[in-house]
Nanobody, 124 residues
Framework: QVQLVESGGGLVQAGDSLRLSCVPS????????TGWFRQAPGKEREFVAA????????DYADSVKGRFTTSRDNAKNTAYLQMNSLKPEDTAVYYC?????????????????WGQGTQVTVSS
């Protein structure tokens, strides 16, 4: 019903910035919240940030507060993750995900739709 495509990943040096984009297709009207998650090699997938389409309310993991910002352009139906002051420990595959409910949640189980992910690699 909904497909999500992330873009914007790449290889950068510590301290650099990247902006990820998440573009949905299909029945986009049923998307309420867009979340960002990441998974590093050998680690579990973890919550990064989320933004509600209706209110613009956001939530962030403690590890990225003050460095990452999520936003959305409702006219373009696109969500963004601006990542500044990147650190080597930010290296991971980053996924965007979307809920079918109008709530803000860090729990991956509450997200019904997932993108394929984009690789972010930060060198020291």
């Amino acid at each position: 019903q909904v497909q999500l495509v992330e873009s914007g990943g790449g290889l950068v040096q510590a301290g650099d910035s990247l902006r990820l984009s998440c573009v949905p297709s299909g029945r986009t009207s049923i998307i309420y919240t867009t979340g960002w998650f990441r998974q590093a090699p050998g680690k579990e997938r973890e919550f990064v940030a989320a933004i509600m389409r209706s209110s613009g309310r956001t939530d962030y993991a403690d590890s990225v507060k003050g460095r990452f910002t999520t936003s959305r352009d409702n006219a373009k139906n696109t969500a963004y993750l601006q990542m500044n002051s990147l650190k080597p420990e930010d290296t991971a595959v980053y996924y965007c995900a979307a809920t079918r409910g109008n709530y803000l949640t860090p729990s991956a189980a509450n997200y019904a739709y997932w993108g394929q992910g984009t690789q972010v690699t930060v060198s020291s």
